[in-house]
């Protein structure tokens, strides 16, 4: 026989939760058969706090956040961690700031002293800023050319109204990007970043005594309270008639498509029933029924799937492919087809065991790596699912019924007021 | 302190050739199943480009046993992952189950090893896949510059070639030479099979004899290559595409992975452009040479392990209004530093717990350890990856300053350059509903 293995998994029995009295969560996730730690966590200070005109503040205030700081300068921060071989990171969403780290487990004290002095004393010098806006104007720049990003662009803008977050994107924009200054990171920056809603996990080889004690050391006195709460989510509905945007690009060989609607947000009660949907008309067994008829039956694309977002949303469910220009409507008609056979014709059985053991089936997978716990500790807490949510999963999932499948394809997805955005050569698609 | 020690690892043989690799760990009730064979973009000739890739895509459509879809099905089913991946040196093809599926990998990676169906329809749709993929790539503007740039470095050997292959040889390949590259290069005197995970050895062998004894034993192939002549001067490339910004690339030929100056390269290239994977590289040389002054956006160093001498590849995305000369400039100036001066005993303590931290954060999943394993399988040495951190601890700054003087010399190397020509004023357009 096999040795027995060392892994269970992380339930309210083995994950240690604490709330610091400042209102940082904390949660520890103990692997000794580690060698190293993963940090993940997030904070309220997305783009939702940016005003509609200034796209792009939230992302470069959480990117400038490592450019310097009251006692340390950008070469000092960098060298600390990557002399060790750590590492740290901000990336910056519609709602939060999400950040993750890693380090050898001897390292966490300074991977936690890094992450405290970033968050809380950082000073945005004006060249560093200077030269992350060169950074990004490069990169977004670079961006325009890529039918992907020209096509998703086109059909976020087309399917959220423009006061809506979801209008446009975290990362920023040329305009947006263009007259902020150093000024203005700080503002945001000491109005948006505190301890409220902030959330720290911390996973692999310490103590769930040690990591909670160095979270209280670096963060544990940090106050901030002139910081707002999340604002409600705004209600918005699909548009009320389909919706049709071509992106012109010249000189590309393929055309971009990106078409859907809006989906649940995650904590909806039917998200997980949304998510099989989902997954039967786009994930499962290569992508699923548009998979199997515009990859594998049609030789159209390389890739073609469906995908839900959710989120605090409600983000989008959308369809992606990339096909040749000529085969656009081919492909489009195919995907619109199956939207219908989801929304109009009852899913089989065997589709929803399938899809049901899958789901359940590649959790210990999820799980196998340290940041994949960490990741998911922070989904837990941040929609509020509960410390059992993963011990109590294959129960939940296994009570979504074949009705409750069809009635969330239904409920979503409407075709007739799809939006469908493509990018690529013109090809005839604006005349 | 970091253990470089790995759970005990045992090679096996079987009678018609297949070498198995079987390595118990326990931490997570999983298994990595990979099976590697020794074939990859290196080894096809002209007119043939992209044969591996496309045969890799036809061995997802399934056998008489299992047909196209099932096999999908069969994984996701029980929580699997699985994929294949054309190298330049092999084709690989891997799932990780639940510990107590893995039949389910053995029963489908024997029968399709000799079974593919190769079907004609699917050869056809599988075809403009294919292509479609090749497209997708070709709206990468660097596609293009990479390309250009291996097939400046390489005249004569198959490195010269992407993957994906020509475009050309994707639609004027047939299915008959599809079914002959099958045939020649799927048996098992041509595959290592690399399992990692939660089994007991003895059980796994035994099962793999059962799933893999009774396949022919026919002899290992004659792998089709053509060596490089040594080059004998500086090279260059420019590539003209739609767009905004200039790339520039310096591209070095390097020797194979098994070189002993292997290992001093990885630690030059640590220091040049940063260790990679986990870890960012702001404080390495070029980053503060290119970056922080605004030459470029981004600078990336790439070392890929090759059986052959392949190429250190150092890119750097220019910065909006300034030229590829600055950056290339600046590039090769902190070559020539490092080559006049050396590095500092701190850089090369540095980049070597670097390298530690990265090996255990690489080493935390069953299936990267396999993967490297394959890896080290295809390179000719089985312990490779796991000597790896002894490796570089024992290279020297001097080793490092050597081993820039005599390989980063302008007779080996290409340089590349992107120039952007704009894009026409693109148009976003309310069409009518469809």
Known sequence: MAPATAFSLPSSQNITRVVLPNGITVLVFQMPHLQSVALAGSLNAGAVFEPNDRNGLASMTAAALMRGTQTQDFAAIHSALEDVGADLGYGTGFSTVAYGGKSLAEDLPLLLAQLSDTLRHPVFPDEQVENLRGQRVTELRYAEQDIRTRAERAFRRTLYPSEHVYHRSPYGSLAGLADLTADDLRAFHAQHYGPQGMNVAIVGAVTPERAIDLVSQHLGDWTNPSQPGLPDVQPVTPPAEPRRVHVSIAGKEQTAIVMGTIGPSTTAPDFQATRIANSILGEFGMMGRIGQIVREEMGLAYYAYSQLEGGRGPGAWSIAAGVAPDDVHTAIDAALNEVHRIVNEPVDREDLEDNLAYFTGRLPLRLESASGIASQLIIIERFNLGLDYIANYRDMLYRITLEDVQAAARKYLDPHRFVIATAGPDNGETS | ?434
């Open chain 2, 1 to 434: 302190m970091i253990e470089t020690q790995f759970a005990p690892t045992t090679t096996h043989h079987l009678d018609n050739g297949l070498t198995v690799i079987l390595r118990e760990v326990h931490s997570v009730p999983v298994i990595s199943f990979w099976l590697a064979y020794r074939v990859g973009s290196r080894n096809e000739r002209s007119g043939q480009t992209g044969i591996s890739h496309w045969l890799e895509h036809m061995l997802f459509k399934g056998t008489e046993r299992y047909p196209a879809g099932v096999l999908d099905k069969l994984i996701d089913r029980v929580g699997g992952e699985w994929n294949a991946f054309t190298s330049m040196d092999y084709t690989m093809y891997y799932e990780t189950l639940p510990a107590d599926r893995i039949d389910l990998a053995l029963d489908l990676e024997s029968d399709r090893m000799v079974n593919a169906s190769l079907d004609p329809e699917d050869v056809e749709s599988e075809r403009t896949v294919v292509i479609s993929e090749r497209r997708d790539n070709e709206d990468s503007p660097t596609f293009w510059l990479n390309e250009e740039l291996r097939a400046a470095a390489f005249r004569v050997h198959g490195y010269h070639h992407t993957v994906i292959g020509d475009m050309t040889d994707l639609y004027s390949m047939s299915r008959d030479d599809l079914i002959r590259h099958y045939r020649a290069h799927y048996r098992p005197s041509n595959a290592v099979i690399i399992a990692v995970g939660d089994f007991d050895t003895q059980q796994m062998f035994s099962k793999i004899e059962r799933y893999f004894g009774g396949l022919p034993a026919d002899p290992a192939p004659q792998l089709f290559t053509r060596p490089e002549p040594e080059p004998q001067g500086e090279r260059r490339i420019v590539v003209e595409r739609p767009g905004h910004t200039a790339f520039v690339r310096v591209a070095y030929r390097m020797p194979a992975a098994t070189d002993p100056d292997w290992f001093k390269l990885v630690m030059l290239d640590s220091i040049l452009t940063g260790p990679g994977g986990n870890i960012d590289n702001k404080t390495s040389r070029l980053y503060r040479a290119l970056v922080a002054p605004g030459i470029a956006a981004s600078i990336a160093g790439s070392l890929q392990e090759s059986i052959d001498p392949y190429l250190y590849s150092i890119g750097a995305t220019v910065s909006d209004g300034r030229s590829p000369q600055d950056a290339e400039a600046a590039i090769l100036t902190e070559i020539e530093r490092i080559q006049n001066d050396g590095i500092t005993q701190s850089e090369l303590d540095k980049a070597r717990k670097q390298a530690r931290a990265s090996f255990a954060y690489e080493t935390e999943r069953v299936t990267n350890q396999a993967y490297w394993l394959a890896q080290s399988a295809m390179l000719g040495e089985p312990e490779w990856f796991d000597r790896f951190i002894d490796r570089v601890s024992q290279v020297t700054v001097e080793d490092v300053q050597h081993v820039a003087r005599r390989l980063l010399i302008p007779r080996r190397r290409v340089i590349g350059w992107l120039l952007p020509t704009g894009l026409q004023a693109d148009t976003e357009t309310d069409l009518e509903e469809v």
